[in-house]
């Protein structure tokens, strides 16, 4: 066994996946499976399989893990999309303990998914990328998460093995800059944030069969609003309607202003009424 081992390149990058059965070192080949290496690193960094589960577990062969839906069918890579597949004739699956890329049974469809082997299983060399292998005692770590109960479909029975968190040790990458990490709301941030966004909506008037009359409309009433509204005490100096209370020349422009209003006001109500019972054909030709 140790010829195996001498036969393997050295590896460059490790991190530590903490566990519910206890931590798991990996060294990382960066150098024979750049891609993927890359990839695992970046996903570490931003958080992407803390909480995750170990979701297909087959005895005396592999766990396997790295979906955040925990369906088995879930997660991306960094890149966007599948990326493609690297090995090399010094990487095997000859001893337990190496950990390659889970993909779709086809070619160069690798993503977020990974499994670490309990054995050897040499018929999947050339068919899964090995980007790295479990190193000192924490192999054991991995012997006993082998060792949980499934169901038939090879699916963990609860309580469910995942990983708690990851730890990047030594990156060896220097160029990596992790996106945004990800972080998993509550449903009541997501109703919050939801109610938010609604608030800051505006009114789209363009999506109206009427919406130019409309606009003119709202204009109109702004402009009325403006009018109306309270102006500072510089302003109150010049402005008629601020005269002291109980005057008869108070009186009498607040009336006249009470009127004037009344009738802007329904001429306004008038005009879009009619604009209403106008077809959008006749209202689109008056545009013209």
């Not at 890329?101 to 090995?130: G, P, R, Y």
């Amino acid at each position: 066994m140790s010829n195996v081992y001498n036969l393997e390149p050295p590896t460059k990058g490790k991190v530590v996946l903490s566990t519910t059965h206890g931590d798991i070192d990996i060294e990382l080949w960066a150098k024979e499976a750049p891609k993927a290496c890359r990839n695992f690193v970046q996903l570490c960094m931003e958080g992407y399989y803390d909480n995750t589960l170990f979701h297909r577990v087959i005895p005396n062969m592999m766990i396997q893990g790295g979906d955040p839906t925990g369906t088995g069918t879930g997660g991306d890579s960094i890149y966007g999309g599948p990326f493609p597949d690297e090995f090399h004739s010094r990487l095997r699956f000859s001893h337990r303990g190496i950990v390659a890329m889970a993909n779709e049974n086809v070619k160069n469809t690798n993503k977020s998914q990974f499994f670490i082997s309990l054995d050897k299983c040499d018929w999947l060399d050339k068919k899964h990328t090995i980007f790295g292998k479990v190193t000192g005692d924490t192999i054991f770590n991995v012997v006993e998460l082998g060792k949980v109960e499934t169901d038939d479909s090879d699916r963990p029975v609860d309580p469910m093995p995942f990983v708690k968190s990851v730890e990047v040790l030594w990156n060896p990458f220097d160029d990596i800059e992790p996106r945004q990490k990800m972080v998993k709301k509550s449903a009541e941030e997501e109703a919050a944030e939801k109610k938010k966004r609604k608030r800051k909506e505006k009114k789209n008037l363009s999506l109206l069969s009427f919406g130019n009359e409309a606009e003119e409309d709202e204009a109109e009433l702004q402009q009325m609003g403006e009018d109306l509204r309270i102006k500072s005490s510089h302003d109150t100096i010049e402005d008629k309607r601020f005269l002291k209370e109980g005057t008869k020349e108070a009186e009498e422009i607040l009336a006249q202003e009470e009127e004037d209003w009344g009738k802007k006001r329904e001429k306004l109500k008038d005009a879009i009424s009619e604009k209403l019972k106008k077809p959008k054909v006749e209202r689109e030709a008056e545009q013209r």
